[in-house]
């Protein structure tokens, strides 16, 4: 009897504990049944975020086609600046080319005129010793004044031609040479026997050339053509 009032204590505690667990299996049991069936797939799928507008991301083919042309205006546009672009660079070069030339023709050809005038003083010396009888020069004890001037005056033409060779002039003599109009300027023309026709058989005055270029062309006599061609 005492046993059973000691142990009565435990045996309402297992009941009560018992109870409560049957309670909250009908609990869960009621909570599941009484959630709807789209409840419940709702909480198993995950949120999807709403579908991007497609309608955004396309444009009309009107929009398309003013790109396009767009582009390739802008394209051609930048061709033209390229080719202007460039064809101001060939400009430029041509420019310094030619400023560059006519820096040097204007050195080699500063002295042109200067040269020029030099040549009839050259022209006077050469017609005076040319006039000398080659008798007088001869006797160099008779006429020893006569061949020293005349050998003073060589030497001046001389000096004088190697100072114009110094600075480009050169001179070319043309006798014996088929004529060339642009070189060589016919002061007449005659019948020389054992000649070639059309062959210069006289020099007047020399010819000069300065850098290649004719200074002062040679004036000389040309044979004629017995037949006339």
Same mark, same amino acid.
């Given at each position: ?8 204590? =435990? ?9 409560? *667990? ?21 909480? *198993? ?18 929009? $398309? ?18 080719? $202007? ?42 017609? $005076?010793?040319? @006039? ?39 001179? =070319? ?11 060589? @300027? ?14 210069? =058989? ?15 062309? $040679? ?11």
């Amino acid at each position: 009897m005492l046993r059973s009032i000691v142990n009565l204590p =435990f045996a309402v505690a297992a009941k009560a504990a018992a109870h409560r *667990q049957v309670s909250v299996a009908a609990c869960r049991l009621y909570t599941d049944k009484a959630k709807p069936e789209s409840e419940k797939q709702g909480e *198993q799928e995950k949120p999807q975020e709403p579908a991007k507008d497609d309608a955004a991301k396309t444009i009309s083919a009107e929009e $398309a086609e003013k790109l396009k042309k767009a582009i390739s205006d802008k394209d051609s546009k930048i061709s033209e600046l390229k080719d $202007a672009y460039l064809r101001s660079l060939a400009d430029a070069e041509n420019i310094r080319n030619r400023a560059k030339t006519e820096i040097e023709n204007t050195k080699v050809y500063a002295i042109q005129k200067f040269a020029k005038d030099l040549l009839d003083t050259v022209d006077i010396l050469e017609l $005076a010793l040319k @006039h000398v009888p080659k008798d007088h020069l001869a006797d160099k004890v008779a006429n020893k004044s006569l061949v020293d001037l005349f050998e003073g005056v060589d030497m001046t033409k001389s000096s004088l031609l190697k100072t114009l060779e110094r600075h480009g002039v050169e001179t =070319f003599d043309p006798l014996d040479k088929p004529y060339d109009a642009n070189t060589s @300027h016919a002061l007449y023309q005659a019948p020389m026997p054992g000649k070639t026709p059309g062959h210069v =058989f006289a020099v007047e005055k020399r010819g000069y050339i300065i850098k290649g270029r004719v200074l002062r062309p $040679a004036q000389v006599g040309v044979v004629l053509d017995p037949n006339g061609n």
